[in-house]
């Protein structure tokens, strides 16, 4: 079992900056895949960033390439998103997702175990 927390959503200005936060526990975090999605109202869940067990690897969608970065810290079983330049149509809940077993994943449902979501608003 892995259980997932995210951290760090909240109400920023278009243009400004967030760091997501999510914390992992059990035993299978340095070898699972993890990823970031989000779900806007009315909205398919869609992907935005991944990151390979070791992180080495990573791979974001054209949406957010160049303006957010995923990192992970195994030693703190943490992940993290950050998102720079951020754009009103960015908005929406933020999902932290691990697959475990996989060197990397980046579609939904390779994605064994899901946080609860952080919200992230960007006004205008």
């Known amino acids: 079992q892995v259980q997932l927390v995210e951290s760090g959503g909240g109400l920023v200005q278009a243009g400004g900056s967030l760091r997501l936060s999510c914390a992992a526990s059990?035993?299978?975090?340095?070898?699972?895949?993890m990823g970031w999605f989000r779900q806007a109202p009315g909205k398919e869940r869609e992907f935005v960033a991944a990151i390979s067990w070791s992180g080495g690897s990573t791979y974001y969608p054209d949406s957010v390439k160049g303006r957010f970065t995923i990192s992970r810290d195994n030693a703190k079983n943490t992940v993290y998103l950050q998102m720079n330049s951020l754009k009103p149509e960015d908005t929406a809940v933020y999902y932290c997702?691990?697959?475990?077993?996989?060197?990397?994943?980046?579609?939904?449902?390779?994605?064994?175990?899901w946080g609860q979501g952080t919200q992230v608003t960007v006004s205008s």
């Open positions: 997702a691990a697959s475990v077993g996989r060197s990397m994943a980046t579609y939904r449902y390779a994605y064994d175990y």
């Open positions: 059990g035993r299978t975090f340095s070898s699972s895949a």
